[in-house]
């Protein structure tokens, strides 16, 4: 088992930045692939980052692209997301999770590839 928290939201104007973090435990999180998923309000959840067990390798939803880094620090089984010049669109919940998936794998991009999943963290941009 791994459990997930994330922190970091919060309010924020439109153009503004935010650091989500996400901080696992019950075991290493070098061994899995992480992402960040997103639902806003009365959506389905979508995919927003993912990022491979070394770090080499991240890929992004095209509305995040050149907005959101994701990093990771195993030494402290921590996965980050900077999102910066935030839009009221990226307004929902962000969740980071686990995947035993490939990474090239066409289910590290869908909610039903991840295993295991943090409470969720609301982020909102005013416009």
């Known amino acids: 088992q791994v459990q997930l928290v994330e922190s970091g939201g919060g309010l924020v104007q439109a153009g503004g930045s935010l650091r989500l973090s996400c901080t696992a435990s019950?075991?290493?999180?070098?061994?899995?692939?992480m992402g960040w998923f997103c639902q806003a309000p009365g959506k389905e959840r979508k995919f927003v980052t993912l990022?491979?067990?070394?770090?080499?390798?991240?890929d992004y939803a095209d509305s995040v692209k050149g907005r959101f880094t994701i990093s990771r620090e195993n030494a402290k089984n921590t996965v980050y997301l900077q999102m910066n010049n935030l839009k009221p669109e990226d307004t929902g919940v962000y969740y980071c999770?686990?995947?035993?998936?490939?990474?090239?794998?066409?289910?590290?991009?869908?909610?039903?590839?991840?295993?295991?999943w943090g409470q969720g963290t609301q982020v909102t941009v005013s416009s």
């Open positions: 999770a686990v995947t035993r998936r490939a990474y090239s794998s066409s289910y590290a991009k869908s909610v039903s590839g991840y295993d295991y």
């Open positions: 990022i491979s067990r070394s770090g080499g390798s991240t």
């Open positions: 019950g075991r290493t999180i070098s061994n899995y692939h």
